[in-house]
């Protein structure tokens, strides 16, 4: 269990990697008007994106196997399991309105400003600062 629990940290970690990072790529895209630095963000972007997906599905398979085949999180008195469930849902869905996002890039359809890429890039922090507390106080 103690490899699976390790290695579900590692691709966690790394996907949030790219959720931290993704987000400031597009707040430098929102700045941006030369068209060939456009074209190296959106590729680094383009990039990122796949790379994080990746690393995302062992992030999730893993964890998914520590809940259900080894019962962490399970049974009375484990409401930070959901807590923080829940918030794993919320990532993903982040993760894909990130997808969403680089394409309005792709297609010239950004209508949102830096400012605003700025405070949507803070949400993956604020997720990672609840999960770490529910799962190591795990307060209910």
């Known amino acids: 269990m103690l490899w699976i629990k390790a290695l579900h940290i590692v691709f966690v970690t790394s996907w949030f990697a790219g959720l931290f990072y993704l987000p400031r790529i597009f707040v ?13 963000l959106l590729l680094m972007a383009r990039k990122l994106y796949r790379f994080m997906t990746i690393l995302a599905i062992p992030a999730l398979v893993l964890g998914l196997w520590l809940w259900l085949g080894y019962g962490i999180g399970k049974g009375p008195g484990n409401g930070w399991m959901h807590a923080k469930l829940t918030l794993v849902l919320a990532l993903i869905g982040y993760h894909h309105a990130c997808g969403s996002i680089l394409k309005k890039f792709e297609n010239g359809r950004n209508k949102r400003s830096h400012i605003w890429f700025r405070w949507f890039n803070e949400a993956p922090v604020l997720v990672l600062f609840a999960i770490v507390i529910l799962v190591v106080v795990k307060p209910f």
């Open 28 to 40: 430098n895209l929102a700045m941006e008007d030369d068209i060939t630095s456009i074209n190296r």
